[in-house]
């Protein structure tokens, strides 16, 4: 009994182990610091999350994070008045097989905030927040590709016809690795001007960034990245002026990210969010406050797969030995679509609630996705593009007053062989968003909501894993039929056929005068042992 030498290949790539989805609601109430005026009204509120590192336990991952909260309101004696604070939380999530040596990752969206004025010097801020955890384990998955020595025995001591002969077959397949998965930072700085008709800035009010247009490709070593970063403030003037000022400003950038070993025929996916926007005001050659200074920074979540064809031993026999075969299961990831889509938007928004608007100061769009389902050979999204007006209108006690509203929208992705247990990484994005006053307190919303999704299957395969060799039952070999005439049957292979008769596919096809390896059910043929076969050709030789 001996062991045959496999020749292996070792396959690296993540399985998804589980996904799991958590609400927190926070309330908490703020009290104005001394140092600040009374409230009189609030006019806008904003919330960003921001997450601590995971604290991760066998099935449990600990949350940390807070809410950091911005509340613009009109002070009682005139003007406006910026008070920020943060909500921490903590929220234990049960996540099922997740180990510490898995790759979790989290997100945190805000879902819902609310700022109420309950008096002059208190706010209570109530908000709803969406937590994800994703887990996913590294796996090297090892698959044999060939035997490295067929040759046993003690080689030339052996008669010709009874050296080891063994058949092989080998299947091809296709495989999906991921080359690299890591995250890395894009820093953003940039100093804007105002423009020679706006005041100089006494103090900032408020201020948002966002991403926008992201496009990404791979290069030989490095990842080509560009975008657009969009910068709106709201400024009072200098020397105590009460006037309400704005900006607002697209910033374009692009540049290369170092990543050793990509390639552009490598697969990419990448999801960026703001993790630090920093906007300050500073003063200009001439000492004026008339200079934005802007450092965002982004970070990506970087994945590189390579999508390979692979070809792996399926099966082995002899004509002339017993082989055992172990055979086990080895799990792959196919990539079924990369479909990079997007869904246009046209909506009509009423702005009448607000009084009379003079002009849009900015608008701004954000995706949230509701259902992500499997269908037929599609990958179904529904979700809504929530859009942000902020106007100024005639009313001087709250010259600048926002608006929103959700517009839902549908989109398929095409997606070919899809099943509920396949994988997808969907990423979204707002580009191309505009808001027109049409007459009548009517605003004209377009938009283009943009939808990177990557879909993976898992596949299980059989394997070969070890093969075991012995020699062969010479007495109970040769008392089998050494010609046998068979029907082929539905399903049947030429393969299947000459393994079960001691044969060979070749000698099939050259003793029945086929083409090829094709056959049908209801085909006769004529099957001659191989060690008959041998035996004969052994005394024709020596004739």
Not at 13 to 24: D, P, S, Y
Not at 168 to 173: D, F, S, T
Not at 279 to 284: F, L, N, R, S, T
Request: with cysteine.
């Amino acid at each position: 009994m001996e062991m045959l030498e496999l020749e292996k290949k070792q396959i690296q790539m993540n399985r998804w182990k589980n996904q799991v989805g958590t609400q927190v609601t926070l309330d908490d109430d703020f009290i104005i610091p001394d140092t600040m005026s009374d409230a009189d009204q609030m006019i806008l509120s904003a919330g960003e999350i921001q997450l601590e590192p995971l604290k991760i336990q066998d099935g449990r991952v600990l949350m940390r994070g807070k809410l950091d909260f911005h509340v613009l309101y009109r002070k009682e004696e005139g003007g406006m008045q910026t008070l920020g604070g943060s909500i921490p939380f903590e929220e234990p999530v049960n996540v099922p097989d997740v180990t510490a040596q898995d790759d979790v990752t989290a997100s945190g969206y805000l879902e819902d905030l609310n700022a109420e004025l309950i008096h002059s010097r208190k706010f209570g801020i109530r908000a709803v927040v969406r937590l994800e955890i994703k887990a996913e384990t590294r796996v090297d998955t090892e698959v044999t590709v060939d035997v490295v020595d067929t040759g046993m025995g003690d080689g030339g001591s052996e008669a010709a016809q009874d050296q080891p002969k063994f058949l092989m077959q080998h299947k091809k397949i296709e495989v999906a690795g991921l080359v690299l998965h890591r995250k890395d930072t894009w820093r953003m700085k940039e100093e804007l001007t105002l423009p020679p008709s706006k005041p100089a800035v006494g103090r900032l009010l408020w201020t948002q960034t966002c991403l926008g247009n992201i496009q990404v490709r791979p290069e030989d070593g490095k990842v080509h990245l560009e975008g657009v970063l969009t910068v709106f403030v709201i400024y009072e003037g200098e020397n105590g002026e009460e006037t309400v000022s704005w900006m607002e400003e697209s910033i374009p950038f692009s540049g290369e990210l170092e990543m050793p070993g990509c390639r552009p025929d490598l697969i990419l996916s990448v999801s960026p969010k703001l993790v630090h926007r920093g906007v300050e005001e500073k003063p200009d050659s001439d000492g004026e406050m008339r200079q934005i200074e802007v450092d965002a920074v982004a970070e990506l979540d970087i994945r590189l797969y390579e999508e390979s064809e692979l070809e792996i031993l399926s099966d082995l026999y002899s004509t002339n030995r017993e082989v055992a075969l172990e055979v086990g299961k080895a799990g792959f990831d196919r990539i079924l679509t990369h479909n990079a889509g997007n869904c246009r938007v046209a909506e009509k928004m009423d702005l009448g609630r607000i009084g009379k608007i003079l002009q849009i100061c900015h608008s701004s769009g954000n995706v949230k996705l509701d259902a992500v389902e499997p269908g037929k050979e599609i990958l179904s999204i529904d979700g809504a593009l929530e859009v942000e007006l902020l106007c100024l209108t005639d009313d001087d006690q709250r010259p600048i007053q926002s608006v929103t509203e959700l517009f839902p929208f549908h989109y398929e992705a095409d997606a070919p062989g899809i099943h509920p247990d396949s994988i997808w990484y969907l990423d979204s994005s707002t580009e191309q968003l505009t808001a027109v006053m049409t007459g009548g307190n009517l605003a004209e919303i377009k938009a283009v909501v943009n939808l990177d999704v990557l879909i993976l299957q898992p596949v299980s395969c059989p394997v070969i894993e070890r093969v075991q060799v012995d020699e062969a039952d010479r007495r109970k070999l040769r008392e089998l039929p050494g010609i046998v005439g068979y029907l082929v049957q539905e399903g049947d292979t030429l393969w299947e056929i000459a393994k079960r008769f001691h044969t060979t596919p070749e000698n099939v096809i050259e003793e029945n005068g086929l083409n090829g390896e094709e056959i049908k059910a209801g085909d006769c043929l004529i099957l001659v042992k191989e060690i008959d076969r041998q035996a004969v050709t052994t005394e024709a030789r020596s004739s």
